[in-house]
């Protein structure tokens, strides 16, 4: 590992601090090194709130150091006025020499436009180390932003034998397939992803809270899907609680600040307006979290970035049948007796 590379990896272990926190921002760390010494990091926190640098450069004890030192940062700097000032001009004003960058940034605000300012004020940019992980680092972040839609990621978890429901059950509550363990992981999950998806079904047969409340973090904002208005004010995912959008074809519905209508054809481009519908409520990641049909609709399209699967130990004999994803996973754990699986789509 270079010297360069060594303190990249620094930027991105601290921009994850700030994972579900910092949207429609992406994520980003930045640490000043003098003499091979770190003086002073810093990562985003929150959308609104200083950047990186920022905090990295009020961090210095001495900023007399700053005018020998190099500035890392994981994502390349703002050069325009948003929400706080470029930290370009924040670099520049320090006379801070050297600038490593990990990537560019797609933003057409930024784009390119960074690090081109910081070149013309003299200073040394050197650009693309460790990209491939500052690039996975905001995922979310580029394809919102390159592909006009979310992150997509699918979750489900299935029995041992293929099945991800029951035909039918008594209660309107879910049926466990996996342990405590993988379920306070999912709700983790929902702390780092702006959005979480289910069907109309999924709503009916489980009255599913989809909230975090087995972990610390930001509730995900809740999307239905509920063409002709079956769901009643009964069910928790009307509780006004956090915010839940419902895309129906209905037109009979009045929009409340934590109740949002969104209309939409379900037809065969229902899962194409979904994506687009996203994209303008500035979503840039979303779960899909059930049911089979609602994931598989995603899969038949290749509208996927990532898939999560757990196999737990149950067994149902028959019942509704888990979607079907091709491919090998890229990573497997085992958390206590469930498997977990992770696929990529790379295309």
């Known amino acids: 590992m270079t010297t360069h590379e060594f ?12 994972l579900g926190t910092t949207y429609p921002n992406p994520l980003v760390g930045s640490v000043i090194v003098h003499e091979n010494k770190i003086i002073g990091e810093g990562w985003h926190k929150k959308a609104g709130e200083p950047h990186a640098e920022v905090h990295a450069v009020n961090s210095v004890k001495d900023k007399s150091l700053l005018k020998e030192a190099t500035i890392y940062v994981s994502l390349e700097p703002c050069s325009h006025f948003g929400k706080t000032p470029p930290c370009c001009d924040l670099i520049i004003a320090n006379e801070i020499p050297n600038v490593v960058i990990g990537t560019v940034d797609p933003f057409a605000k930024v784009a390119g436009n960074g690090i081109k300012k910081l070149i013309e004020s003299g200073k040394n940019v050197t650009v693309g180390i460790l990209e491939d992980e500052c690039n996975e680092l905001n995922k979310r972040f580029f394809t919102f932003h390159q592909k006009q839609r979310p992150y997509i990621i699918l979750k489900w978890a299935e029995t041992a034998d293929g099945f991800i429901a029951p035909i039918s059950k008594e209660e309107k509550s879910p049926i466990w397939i996996t342990n405590q363990y993988s379920r306070q992981l999912v709700h983790k999950w929902r702390t780092e992803e702006q959005a979480i998806l289910v069907g109309t079904t999924t709503v009916l047969d489980d009255n599913p809270k989809l909230d975090a409340r087995d972990f610390s973090g930001n509730n995900p904002i809740r999307i239905v899907l509920d063409k002709s208005g079956k769901i009643s004010e009964n ?19 009045t929009s409340t600040e934590n109740c949002i209508f969104e209309n939409a054809i379900f037809d065969t481009n229902l899962i194409s307006s979904i994506c687009t519908l996203l994209y303008k409520s500035n979503i840039q990641s979303v779960i899909i979290e059930g049911g089979s049909k609602t994931l598989q609709s995603f899969i038949n399209l290749n509208l996927w970035d990532e898939a999560r699967i757990f196999k737990g130990k149950t067994i149902f004999q028959n019942g509704i049948t888990a979607p079907i994803i091709s491919g090998n996973p890229v990573a497997s754990f085992d958390i206590i007796d469930d498997e977990l699986k992770i696929f990529k789509n790379y295309d």
């Open 7 to 18: 303190y990249m990896k620094r930027c991105i272990e601290l921009a994850k601090n700030g």
């Open 235 to 253: 069910y928790h995912v009307k509780n006004n609680l956090q915010k839940t959008i419902f895309i129906t074809e209905s037109e009979n519905y």
